[in-house]
């Protein structure tokens, strides 16, 4: 299975996104912003195969955090969530894996990271 850097400012969302994905068998290290996330990737990109982040975040939003984490790591699958409905207005990156909505499902995110 993968290591995955999860990046969310809502604790129990993070929670429960980590509680999901170790058991499916990922290993997930867990970020509060997109600013501690980028710092984390930034030091180990080679660590991590995937990328899983809120949109809506403090100090460093999700669209920043995947153009930067695409600049040191550019083949790490990028998935961004928004439980807000304009929250994937800034546009849309070819290069992110998936786009989801909050809540996201288990088989949402199955999907998103299917083949790594």
């Known amino acids: 299975m993968a290591r995955i850097l999860l990046a969310d400012d809502d604790s129990a969302m993070?929670?429960?996104l980590?509680?999901?994905l170790t058991a499916d068998g990922h290993s997930v290290?867990?970020?509060d912003n997109g600013a501690d996330a980028y710092?984390?990737?930034a030091a180990t990109p080679q660590k991590f195969q995937a990328l899983i982040s809120d949109v809506q975040m403090p100090e460093l939003d999700g669209?920043?955090?995947a153009a930067k984490a695409f600049a040191v790591s550019p083949s790490l699958r990028v998935v961004l969530m928004s439980g807000f409905a304009d929250g994937f207005k800034q546009g849309n990156d070819p290069r992110?894996?998936?786009m989801l909505?909050?809540?996201v499902s288990r088989e949402a995110l199955r999907a998103a990271l299917a083949g790594l």
């Open 14 to 16: 993070r929670n429960a």
């Open 18 to 20: 980590e509680v999901s």
């Open 29 to 31: 290290v867990s970020a």
């Open 39 to 41: 710092a984390i990737l």
């Open 63 to 65: 669209f920043a955090l």
């Open 96 to 98: 992110l894996a998936a």
């Open 101 to 103: 909505s909050k809540p």
